[in-house]
């Protein structure tokens, strides 16, 4: 059985000498793993950098649980990230929580919709993007089915439930400009990370918001 479908990157794992196995999020299968052939010769490896929005020929064997995903090619150019050092980082801890956090088989429309309109926000934006990743825990949180209200917040943020109500309360653009020191946006990332560990029962260990951090700061430093 064949279907054409878009997916978005989160993850790659290497299998034999020219595959890999790709884990993606999509609108029709959800959180699912796509054997990819013909790496380096038919499909080039820069398709599969983090969160790369990708439209696909998806096959379906009764003889496996993955799928196998054929003809890709980018739907989006996401020029805007690419050319951007520190918009690549974002998008490595964007594609990591989701990868740890969303599992296999679950299936949300409503999740990759809104993953695929903030990608194109930050494509699309052209500065003032610090607080980007905190806007997106919070949506993120909000898709889940648990609330990002204050009063549900207060007990994992504490002192910085404040800034977190503000942004939610806010437009995108009014949210970006919220001013925050690289060490508080630290701060409140770990305890979103924190709260959405405490409902999803999970340990969500995401490595990438130490580079993340450390990126930013350099940044403000210059």
Request: charge should be neutral; hydrophobic fraction near 40%.
């Amino acid at each position: 059985m064949e279907n054409t479908t878009d997916l978005i990157v989160l993850h790659t794992t290497k299998y034999g000498e020219n595959s890999l196995i790709l884990h993606a999020l999509t609108r029709e299968y959800g959180r699912r793993g796509f054997m990819v052939k013909g790496i380096g010769r038919k499909t080039s490896t820069s398709l599969f950098y983090p969160l790369n929005i990708l439209e696909a020929d998806i096959f379906e064997s009764r003889k496996s649980a993955l799928g196998t995903a054929r003809k890709l090619v980018s739907k989006y150019p996401l020029a805007g990230i690419r050319n951007s050092v520190s918009k690549n980082a974002v998008t490595m801890f964007v594609s990591e929580v989701l990868y740890r956090v969303v599992k296999d088989g679950t299936s949300d429309r409503n999740l990759y919709d809104v993953c695929e309109r903030n990608i194109l926000l930050l494509d699309a934006i052209s500065e003032d993007f610090a607080n980007f990743h905190l806007w997106f825990l919070l949506e993120f949180i909000s898709v889940l089915g648990f609330s990002p209200a204050a009063e549900d917040l207060e007990p994992f943020l504490g002192e910085d439930t404040g800034i977190a109500a503000r942004m939610v309360s806010s437009s995108f653009s009014e949210a970006m400009l919220i001013p925050m020191t690289g060490e508080k946006r630290n701060a409140i990332a770990g305890k979103l990370l924190k709260y959405i560990e405490y409902h999803t029962e999970s340990a969500v260990n995401v490595n990438s918001l130490k580079v993340l951090n450390e990126l930013f700061h350099t940044f403000s430093q210059m």
